[in-house]
């Protein structure tokens, strides 16, 4: 079936560096990939998506690629801030139903 | 105005007794669906209705049972809890059918002891 797999599992950056997380699908057929931002104790938070006629689309320090061929899709987040740190989950889209990736938790190191 | 609402927030009960969890939006969605997340942060899908009538149904224990009496409102009943249904439910909600972003609940955590 689907499998949606995203690294980094943890991922620790100093304030201000960039920070790259990243996804790979299996089914061709996903057409829409969503990130979702889930700060402690809170809900998941839609920041970002791109559908498949995209390669890339930025919304100020944030930004995702998608890469149809290799079947990857990567989340940026630039100049990084304490508020920034949270459990950030992808998704692929086949037929229309998500598959979460396993998350990555991100800390933001002051 | 919440968007997405879900009550109760915390749900603390024993094993064997049967719950139920409320989930109401207000964005004029047309789906709605129902996600288990465990301790380790997955995020599973369990259910999800659309215009009131089920279109995902994962592999869930059938003590689980969705109810949608009308597009706005998504009830999740669960019977004979066991200690593995500890977990946050979140429900959520997109425009349509989609793929489409979702809005999603605050969470209902559940504690069965």
């Known amino acids: 079936g689907e499998n949606v797999e995203q690294h980094p599992s943890t991922l620790s950056v100093q304030e201000g560096d960039s920070a790259v997380i990243k996804c790979t699908y299996s089914d061709s057929a996903s057409n829409y990939f969503p990130w979702y931002k889930q700060e402690l104790g809170k809900r998941p938070q839609l920041i970002i998506d791109?559908?498949?006629?995209?390669g890339e689309k930025k919304d100020q320090r944030i930004a995702v690629t998608l890469n149809k061929t290799a079947k990857h899709f990567s989340l940026h987040i630039t100049e990084t801030q304490p508020e920034d740190s949270a459990v950030y989950f992808c998704?692929?889209?086949?037929?229309?139903?998500?598959?979460f990736g396993t998350g990555t938790r991100l800390k933001v190191l002051a | 105005d919440t968007a997405v609402s879900q009550t109760p927030k915390y749900l603390v009960t024993q094993m064997g007794n049967d719950k139920s969890i409320k989930c109401e939006q207000n964005l004029g969605h047309d789906t709605m669906y129902w996600y288990k997340q465990d301790s380790k942060k997955f995020l599973k899908i369990m259910f999800s209705?659309?215009?009131?009538?089920?279109?995902i149904n994962e592999t869930v224990p059938n003590r689980f049972s969705p109810k949608s009496p009308d597009k706005a409102h998504l009830n999740l009943h669960i019977n004979s809890l066991e200690l593995g249904d500890s977990a946050v439910y979140f429900c959520?909600?997109?425009?349509?059918?989609?793929?489409?972003?979702?809005?999603f609940g605050s969470g209902t955590r559940l504690t069965v002891v």
């Open positions: 998704a692929a889209t086949p037929l229309a139903k998500y598959i």
């Open positions: 209705y659309n215009n009131k009538e089920l279109i």
């Open positions: 791109i559908r498949s006629n995209v």
């Open positions: 959520a909600s997109s425009q349509a059918q989609g793929p489409y972003g979702y809005t």
